[in-house]
Structures are given as C-alpha cells and as structure tokens.
C-alpha cells in the first residue's frame, strides 16, 4: 500500500490529528488544538512520531487513552463522620413478606410496623371524639 493511502486512513480514523510522513521516512502527527494543563499534566503529547504507519495508529491509540484519562474525574469516598446513631433493626419477619404471594395468590397489605398505642383519654374540657371516657 502507498504511504499516500496510509496518511489517508490514518487521517480518517484520527481527524483531530494532521498526519504527514518526512523526507526520512518518519510517520508524524501533530494536534490541531492546543493541549490543556490538564492534558499535559496527564502526558499527552502535541506531536509524536514512529517508524512506520502501524506505529504511528499505536501511538494515536495511546494518545486517544491520556486524553480520555485527562478528562477523567478521579472518584473519591467522601470523607463520613463516625455515626452517632445505633445501627437501624433489621427488618421483622412480617415487613419482610409484604407484598409476597401467599398460597392462594393473594398478597399481604402493609400494615404498621409497631402496635399502635391507644388513643389518649381526653382532657376534662375536650370532648371524646372515640366514646371511650367515662361520662
């Protein structure tokens, strides 16, 4: 193959680059944009060279990885205080199987997690809204 069809394909598949060969015989590339701090600081280069066009798409190819690593957010735990809190109770046997199926097919409603306490008698001027005080 030509070198003119390599710096053809090699241009195709990496258009951020221009892609040329030297009077040697070198194979270079060299970025259309200038490289951020970030970039740089990540090792990416704004020009690289080999020997023969193979190289040349390994070298874009690694290339291709720095910058992505650049851009890359660095995902870090954030920092937690000791919890002050008892760990929560693990979950009854009856909030576990709501909603599973019973052996007709039916399924459990949820109901209160806790007993529920008995209303409060009323205060002497209030009347009693559930017929439970004494007259």
């Known amino acids: 193959m030509s070198f003119d069809r390599h710096l053809a394909e090699i241009a195709r598949e990496f258009p951020d680059w221009t892609i040329w060969r030297s009077d040697a015989g070198r194979w270079w590339a ?10 740089r600081k990540a090792g990416c280069a704004m020009t690289i060279d080999a ?3 193979a190289g040349l798409r390994l070298g874009l190819l690694e290339q291709h990885e720095c910058m992505s690593a650049a851009h890359r957010t660095p995902v870090t735990a ?13 979950p009854t046997p009856d909030s576990a199987t709501v909603g599973a199926a019973e052996p007709d097919g039916a399924t459990r409603e949820a109901g209160p997690a806790t ?20 007259p």
């Open 78 to 90: 954030p920092l937690l205080e000791p919890s002050r809190h008892p760990p929560p109770a693990p």
């Open 51 to 53: 020997d023969d066009p």
């Open 30 to 39: 060299t970025r259309h944009h200038p490289l951020s701090d970030a970039e």
């Open 115 to 134: 007993p529920e306490a008995p209303p409060a008698a009323p205060g002497p001027d209030e009347p009693d809204p559930h017929g439970t005080a004494p």
